[in-house]
Nanobody, 123 residues
């Protein structure tokens, strides 16, 4: 089992920045690829970014490419999502996920989920 706890969400104006963190505990963090997904009310959960256990491979949704950066610190069992130039359409609950596929992009590729953290971008 892997437990994931997100933090860092909040309210920010359009154009601003936030950094989300996700701390993992339980089974070996470095065994897993990590990802971020987001979900708006009434919509399906969507892929945001993922990173392999080695940090060599990253993937991003087109909507966030160039604005968001995923990274991980395996010594701290933590994965980060740096979000810059935020837009109102980035408003969502952001979820951290762990899985086996290095370039995971689908929810069904994830084994474990955090509880989510709310990000609200005002215009």
């Amino acid at each position: 089992q892997v437990q994931l706890v997100e933090s860092g969400g909040g309210l920010v104006q359009a154009g601003g920045s936030l950094r989300l963190s996700c701390v993992a505990s339980g089974r070996t963090f470095t065994s897993y690829a990590m990802g971020w997904f987001r979900q708006c009310p009434g919509k399906e959960r969507e892929f945001v970014a993922s990173i392999s256990w080695s940090r060599i491979t990253t993937a991003y949704a087109d909507s966030v490419k160039g604005r968001f950066t995923i990274s991980r610190d395996n010594a701290k069992n933590t994965v980060y999502l740096q979000m810059n130039t935020l837009k109102p359409e980035d408003t969502a609950v952001y979820y951290c996920a762990a899985g086996w596929i290095a370039t995971m992009r689908r929810s069904d590729e994830c084994e474990y989920w955090g509880q989510g953290t709310q990000v609200t971008v005002s215009s």
